[in-house]
């Protein structure tokens, strides 16, 4: 009898072990997405934000002649700059497209955040769920974006605050687990 006792308990001492290490490996793969998730979240952020420094760093340069910013708005902007650095000034434009043109990826809140040069074909510079810019005087004072319809007062815009949230493209625990870029941009050709 007490074999059969013995044999019981181990059984469960057993079930429960391996109970134990199944929630364990679910755990580990849980976490391995996830962080395999918040790479491809964190390379799609520094991807676009180095398109976006090099091009914004580069508003105005070796513009001499008429307007720097064509035309600046909260989540879109055109601007001229010899950006390919060949002694002709290119036009640039950055607009947001709305989530319903984004229909390769679940996420409902995706947007592709265009990037145009010239009259060639907008290329998408990367996914993003939100583009905002904010633009800022030489007092670093915030202007007000309805004034900025007028050239005399996007000549006076000397930074350019941009927000860009990513997200992912699928649900990893319930959330696309966002991914935020803030940076302030003050180009030397603005001055």
Known sequence: MNHVLDLIGSTIIAGFIILILLRLNSQIGDAATQMHEQTFNQRNAVSVGDILEHDFAKIGYRVSIGEKIIQADSNAIIFRADIDNNGVVDTINYTLTTPDSMNSTPNPNDKKLKRKVNSA??????????????????????????????????????????????????????????????????PKNLR
């Open 121 to 186: 074909i907008s290329r998408i510079a990367g996914v993003v769920r939100e583009f905002n810019l904010v633009y800022y005087d030489s007092l670093n004072v915030q202007i007000n974006y309805g004034s900025l319809s007028s050239a005399v007062n996007r000549s006076k815009i000397r930074g350019i605050r941009v927000y860009t949230k990513f997200e992912l493209p699928f649900l990893v625990n319930d959330s696309y687990n966002p991914t935020e870029l803030r940076r302030v941009y003050r």
